[in-house]
């Protein structure tokens, strides 16, 4: 078992190796996933640089469901971000993704799909997660949930490779990658780039319709101490009203029913699924779960 990924060379804070060190230079057998180890997952990752959309989507899917299940990061989850980190930028990620002498794309693009599991990892792995999990378990948490730990330690070279992003021509590309920076951007060493990601937030809030983006976004603001009264829309008040009432209904599957076991223990699928539901952007986050054996 390992703690974080493993390189064959030091890079700098805000940097990663390249994408084929990261590849050879971790020891895939021995990392846990959902369903075992990731001796599968290389294979995975290297077809998400496959000349076909299709098969880097579907390459993406299955090395993502191999790392985190229902909120909970796997052993090889902080491997595979470095990873889907190194390659962002790599030219591959956009081949067959346009029709021919037009700017029209004949997929989604595979660069939004990588930026989306990025966000939804960094916001299983966030401050309000661990805090949760402080108040139920102790100061130790993180002590015990050792993949949450190492994916955190992650988020300034995550954060590194994302950033370049929220200038990018694709206004879908943009937008996810604003929505990935905002939870990775809590950790301390990135505190100075959270003046700027705040602009392109109230870009975002002016211009996109997107009831989910926006509530994430909302979220990020309020959690620096951000006003945003004036940035919400009616459907943002009425969907984040909505998300508290469900909240409150189904708080009584949160600790303190039995639904969370306190040893680390999985729980429960109802009561899991529960939270989840009450968990949605602007509700709250459920509480992460070890699966360490």
Known sequence: MTD??????????????????????TDWASTATVSGNGENLPAALERLLDPDPVVRTAAADEAFRAVTDQNTLYEAAASVAS??????HHPAITVGEAVPGTDRPTHRPTLVRLLEWLGDTARDADDERVAIGERQRGAGFLDGYREMRAFRDLRPVLFSAVRPLLGHENPEVRDTALVAALPLAEHPDLAAHRRDLVEHACRLLATSPDNHYRALVLDAMRAWGQDVSSLENADDVAARELRARHLAEHCSAWPGDGTVGMDGTAWPSAGRARIQQASEPGAGPGLPVSHRP
């Open 83 to 88: 990873y889907v980190a190194a390659v962002l």
């Open 4 to 25: 974080s990924p493993r390189w064959n060379e030091s890079p700098q804070p805000d940097e990663l190796p390249p994408h084929q060190a990261l590849l050879a230079g």
